[in-house]
């Protein structure tokens, strides 16, 4: 019985371990026993040791083999070969000859392609190198940077009023934030749902249900110059709904990396008069392109006909393709691009800029890009980069006039004085005066209509908070009775973490793409935070709740902060 008790755990194990090759599939199998192999007989050789015994004769001594070793290399080369995408396991061969760009034959508009990504990213530093790096030359950036973060530090009081006095002048304030955000809270919510990570993990059709639309296509994978995206339709509003996910995924950073201003052709302007030619964000507007293709059969066979209206939205990465997706429609359908047509709005939720500046500011009628405090994202071009060095070159030039430059030890001194320097101690290096006049010099320097300087597309709802307001930073949400966050106590301590960190706007203005609060980086703590969909949120409830924020401090900005 003993015997037959072993026999059968023994079939057991085997029929166990084929099953388990056969999941595996035969090539990571031989490739992980190979490389056990290799690895094992060469820490068996390298072991090998000559040795002298005590009567003079020459043995060799053999360790035993590194078997436990070679197995566990082998079991991590075959766990990341499971992690490497399709797309990137059909390229090997590229990669085992070790190819230069410019010898392989490669489609440039496809970015499942290593060689035509590799080249994209190559022409963007060369780009980069010749316009910020060789054009501004900064004897030491990182030092200048450093220097002005603790001018910032010193100057804070009157930079935060300097800040609310730029935002409060800049495009147009809304006194009630209602009036241009009316239903954001739920056309954000579609926004944030195309990353399928819905609360309580329901599913995507469910929660469209409920908003009364229902899901007819869900696209969940998403390659290099592709997006993944959801299209749901509602009988009743007689509305086609196209969401567009950001980034969430290795794919979609390389998309978002391809950031250099390339020419595209229009099958026809997207407006009245407009070009057929226009500069847009490389990466993203191949992405739009494929997912325009995909759709024109749906718009044209089923939306046009029925007099349904379409509705674009994402945040992030989603938001730029929507822009790019909304004009390149337009562009191929007369009907939608009609005069006061409202056959079709694109609704942007921090989205990166990607259109030259006519075009972007041609995207007004139908596209709103909707930015939060500080978010860097809306901010990250090329052009408020070398606004950035430009900043810093006048900060570097202080510090040479100061003998601050580290280059010899008295400079060094000098500097790490100023530096260690507490905020009520010393005298700051530069004043706001002369920090204003150095910004304003640095915007004059950046043309706005260069060809490679791209723009966040349509009209800008800007939310912001003050700075200058006591207790700024503490409070972020309404408390418990649901009083406004500006009237709470300076001394509420937030709930959570994540009250603390959320900040939450209280106001609005609308402006443009090349407003004077986006052509800057606004250096804050709170500028990566400002971006992700739980600050958007708490910003859009906030306003929509309770109306514009009856707070004073502007009024009292003293004289020499205004130009």
């Not at 929507?322 to 009609?338: H, I, T």
């Not at 006048?394 to 100061?402: A, D, I, P, T, Y």
């Amino acid at each position: 019985m003993v015997e037959e008790d072993k026999v059968t755990d023994i079939k057991q194990s085997v029929n166990n371990m084929w099953n388990g090759v056969k999941r595996v599939g035969i090539a990571p199998l031989l490739l992980t026993f190979g490389i056990g192999y290799r690895v094992g007989i060469h820490a068996t050789r390298a072991t090998l040791q000559r040795t002298v015994s005590s009567s003079g004769t020459i043995a060799t001594k053999s360790n035993p083999p590194y078997v436990l070793s070679a197995v566990l290399v082998a079991f991590a080369a075959r766990e990341l070969w499971k992690t490497f995408p399709d797309w990137i396991k059909r390229q090997i061969p590229y990669l085992k000859r070790r190819y230069k760009v410019e010898e392989v034959d490669f489609d440039p508009d496809d970015m499942t392609s290593l060689p035509a990504i590799a080249a994209k990213l190559q022409s963007l530093f060369a780009l980069a190198q010749e316009k910020v790096v060789d054009a501004v030359r900064v004897p030491n950036p990182q030092l200048a940077f450093i220097a002005l973060l603790k001018i910032f530090v010193q100057l804070k009081d009157e930079r935060s009023r300097d800040r609310d006095r730029r935002y409060s002048e800049a495009g147009k304030n809304v006194e009630n934030p209602k009036d241009v955000l009316e239903g954001m809270d739920d056309m954000f919510e579609f926004a944030d749902w195309a990353y399928d990570e819905l609360p309580d993990e329901k599913p995507l059709s469910e929660a469209l249900k409920e908003k009364g639309f229902t899901l007819i296509r869900h696209d969940k994978v998403a390659l290099p110059g592709s997006v993944a995206h959801y299209i749901a339709i509602s009988k009743e509003r007689k509305e086609a709904l196209i969401g567009i996910k950001g980034s969430s995924s290795f794919e979609d950073l390389l998309t978002d990396c391809c950031m250099q201003a390339q020419s595209f052709d229009l099958k026809e302007p997207f407006i009245k008069g407009g070009p057929t030619e226009i500069r847009a964000h490389e990466g993203i507007m191949l992405a739009s392109k494929r997912l325009a293709d995909e759709v024109e059969v749906l718009v044209e066979e089923l939306l046009l006909p029925s007099k349904y209206k379409l509705v674009i939205t994402g945040h992030s990465l989603g938001a730029s393709a929507a822009a790019l997706l909304g004009m390149l429609l337009r562009s191929r359908f007369a009907q939608l691009r009609q005069e006061n047509s409202n056959l079709l709005k694109v609704w942007a939720f921090a989205s990166p800029p990607v259109l030259d500046y006519d075009a972007a500011l041609a995207c007004t009628p139908f596209t709103t890009t909707i930015v939060n405090n500080s978010d860097i994202i809306p901010r990250w071009s090329l052009s408020n980069l070398l606004i950035v060095m430009e900043y810093l070159k006048n900060v570097h030039n202080r510090l040479e006039e100061r003998g601050m430059t580290a280059k010899d030890w008295k400079s060094t001194k000098s500097l790490f004085h100023m530096l260690t320097q507490s905020e009520e101690e010393g005298t700051p290096i530069m004043t706001m005066d002369e920090i204003r006049a150095a910004m304003t010099a640095a915007n004059a320097k950046v043309e706005l209509k260069d060809p490679d300087h791209l723009y966040v597309a349509g009209r800008v709802i800007q939310m912001y908070d003050l700075w200058s307001k006591e207790g700024y930073g503490q409070v972020s949400v309404a408390d418990k009775e649901g009083a406004h966050p500006s009237k709470l106590s300076n001394n509420t301590i937030p709930e959570t973490e994540t009250e603390q960190n959320t900040r939450t706007a209280e106001r609005v203005n609308v402006d443009n793409g090349a407003s004077s609060i986006l052509r800057y980086i606004e250096l804050d703590s709170r500028m990566l935070t400002d971006h992700l969909s739980p600050a958007y949120r708490s910003s859009l409830n906030n306003l929509l709740s309770y109306g514009a924020a009856k707070v004073d401090e502007l009024a009292t900005i003293p004289a020499e902060l205004s130009d």
